[in-house]
């Protein structure tokens, strides 16, 4: 007797290829050990005051990147961007969720102060940007954020092109790794930023950025991970996912962080919330069906 045919596999649902992972993981752990080591330090001194006095000029531009570093605005970004791949959202939610358990403990476990309660506000050097925080400093959840968040955009664009099946033009090899670069550079410049605006030592920075080189690949991988995205996919429920970015992208706006945000940058944030409500709004063909994770 033949067997029926079995159901396709949803795209990206079967096990990493852990040895491909493991640069990542141990620059993580590297990373994460170092951070813990040097905390509280005579480097994590110098260097703070090294950077804030050569970068410190530009106080918008990195209170703006330290501002799109925080856990809500990396949400409304990465859902704006991923009415495609909406496993990207999914492994996000449940990376805030670890994550931020994990952050937590360690901070209230060290008790590390932060640099404004070591330098004080009358340094001549030091300099706070935004909030005026003195405790709870190892680690950068800031940090840990943005490297969680580069590590799935990254991990989503190596599973898309494992997934074709077949070698990538020249051109489309060199987007990929561009696209790559970008979002780990930009989770570099939002970890650097949390040392300029004067919230972190350069110890959490690191021991942030190990935290979100591990976190991203295991919460791939987990099956309440994938069982969300295929939730994420049904007609029903996208429809409600658009209609929330908005509403999202304006109070982010509201927030009160100490700086004020500029207005074309309020405008911006609120015209990519509508962006995205109109891209999730869509219902692409076949979008409830269980292998429509592309």
Do not use: Y
Not at 72 to 98: F, K
């Amino acid at each position: 007797m033949r067997l029926p045919p079995r159901s396709p596999t949803l795209p990206g649902q079967t096990r990493a290829d852990w040895r491909a992972q493991a640069p990542r993981l141990l620059l993580g752990a590297l990373l994460l050990t170092t951070g813990l080591c040097l905390s509280g330090g005579a480097l994590d001194r110098t260097w703070s005051l090294a950077l804030q006095q050569s970068l410190g000029g530009w106080p918008t531009a990195w209170s703006l990147l330290t501002w799109s570093a925080l856990g809500i605005c990396s949400l409304l970004w990465v859902t704006c961007l991923s009415d495609g791949e909406p496993r990207r959202v999914a492994a996000l939610l449940v990376a805030m969720v670890l994550g931020g358990l994990v952050v937590h403990a360690i901070k209230r476990t060290l008790q590390v102060d932060r640099p404004l309660a070591v330098f004080g506000p009358d340094h001549p050097v030091f300099q706070v940007i935004g909030e005026h925080l003195r405790k709870g400093s190892m680690p950068s959840g800031h940090t840990t954020t943005a490297f969680t968040v580069a590590g799935l955009m990254t991990l989503s664009l190596r599973g898309r092109a494992h997934r074709d099946g077949m070698a990538h033009p020249r051109f489309q090899r060199f987007v990929g790794l561009a696209v790559g670069t970008a979002w780990w550079l930009l989770a570099g410049l939002q970890g650097l930023s949390r040392v300029v605006v004067g919230a972190h030592w350069p110890s959490d920075v690191a021991a942030g950025a190990g935290l979100g080189l591990i976190l991203a690949p295991l919460v791939w991988q987990l099956g309440v991970t994938q069982r969300l995205a295929q939730s994420l996919t049904r007609a029903a429920v996208r429809p409600w996912v658009g209609g929330a970015l908005p509403v999202l992208a304006v109070l982010l706006c509201l927030l009160d962080l100490g700086t004020p945000l500029p207005v074309a940058w309020s405008a911006a944030v609120v015209g990519l919330g509508l962006l995205g409500a109109w891209r999730w709004g869509r219902i692409p063909p076949g979008a409830s069906a269980p292998n429509t994770l592309s």
